[in-house]
């Protein structure tokens, strides 16, 4: 089957790296297929389960689907390759077409819905706008896209879970589709030992429970780790350890115990790197987090784009797998690096 995912266009590379970093988490072997904005195709043996449980683990995408076919994007090519096109599913129908930003202003997605439907019905299918069984989406982007929607990410969960909305709430919190794509690059599965050692009020934690792995945090503020308790309980998670420790010296309590760890370390104001500067933190706490990982596993590492991770980590030992760049405000640009121990 060729499974179409729509990533969410909120970033311009984490959707891809969090979708294709989920699907190892899972364990679903598959080739990549087609790529064109905000539209990944993927090859591969999919099982209906495998699916929507990649809906349910990723945050940065909309839905994923079963391609009906991809063409150019010209008003004669989508109309003939639907024609063409196999419709073998059962249950009533209604298309959507959405234009990723500006591509092919040429195409109206009301025709195209129409005119799609319409070739659909010709095969006896019934079509209902209000309450469909069978979701087909158009997709206008680089190229043309028609696929059957078998699953969507619950987007609104994510939003339900802002920071401010949480038992205990400090400003400064990642947001939970961040910290959710955090989570899903250090390709954690289920049942493993995720660690972060600066888990604050525990945001990163939270998300990593929700996929089902045993969390581990650690902070040098007892009253945050009382927060993020607070918070873990909140969300039903009930495999969590949290203890007071300093994340530079923290491999002497765990050398190689972890599956993956991610973390948000402070960014500079010197309150909250108790006095240290910001360069020796970095440094001695990736070395401590190489130190706690077992190897061929991943780490993901979240900095002010001043500091130096790569060079911090590269000299711990880590190999660097991305570097993604996201703009926080005017004077904070956050660089978002993921990290592969490789013996
Ligand atoms: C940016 S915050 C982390 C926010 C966290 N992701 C959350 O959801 O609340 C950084 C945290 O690192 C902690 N911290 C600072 N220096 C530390 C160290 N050497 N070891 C462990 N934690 C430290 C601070 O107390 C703070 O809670």
């Given amino acids: 089957m060729r499974l179409l995912v729509l990533l969410s266009g909120e970033h311009p590379t984490l959707p891809r790296s969090e979708v294709l970093a989920a699907l190892e ?4 072997r598959f080739k990549i297929a087609e790529e064109a904005e905000q539209v990944l195709v993927l090859e591969g043996d999919f099982k209906r389960e ?3 449980r990649l809906a349910e683990r990723v945050a940065m995408a909309h839905y994923f689907g079963e391609l009906c076919f991809s063409c150019e994007a010209s008003h004669e090519e989508v109309l003939s390759s639907a024609r063409r096109a ?9 298309v959507r077409v959405h234009r990723v930003r500006h591509h092919a202003e040429h195409l109206s997605t009301e025709r195209l819905e129409r005119e799609i439907g319409a070739v659909i019905a010709s095969r006896g299918k019934k079509v209902n706008l209000s309450a469909p069984e069978n979701l087909i989406a158009g997709i206008i982007s680089e190229r043309f896209y028609l696929a059957r929607v078998l699953a969507r990410v619950d987007r609104s969960a994510y939003e339900e879970r802002r920071p401010h909305l949480r038992p205990y709430f400090r400003p400064g919190v990642l947001l939970p589709r961040l910290a959710r ?3 899903n690059l250090t390709r954690v599965r289920p049942g493993e030992r995720f660690a972060d050692p600066f888990c604050g009020t525990g945001g990163i934690l939270i998300e990593a429970g929700l996929v089902g792995a045993e969390v581990y945090g650690f902070d040098l503020e007892e009253e945050f780790l009382s927060g993020a308790e607070l918070n873990l309980r909140h969300y039903g998670i009930e495999r969590y350890h949290l203890s007071h420790g300093d994340a530079r010296t923290l491999w002497e309590r765990y050398p190689e115990y972890f599956h993956a760890i991610a973390c948000d370390p402070p960014y500079g104001i010197s309150a909250s790197t108790k006095g240290l500067s910001l360069e020796r933190l970095y440094e001695e706490s990736l070395a401590s987090i190489y130190r706690m990982l077992i190897p061929r596993r991943y780490a993901c590492v ?3 784009s001043e500091v130096d ?3 911090y980590a590269s000299s711990a030992g880590f190999g660097i797998e991305e570097v993604h760049l996201e703009r ?3 004077s904070l640009v956050r660089k978002i690096v993921v990290l592969r121990k490789w013996r």
């Fill in 25 to 28: 988490a899972l364990g679903v």
């Fill in 50 to 52: 495998e699916v929507a």
């Fill in 86 to 94: 196999d419709y073998s599913f059962d249950g009533s129908f209604a």
């Fill in 181 to 183: 794509a955090v989570v």
């Fill in 302 to 304: 979240l900095a002010p």
């Fill in 309 to 311: 991770v790569e060079g």
């Fill in 328 to 330: 926080v405000h005017r």
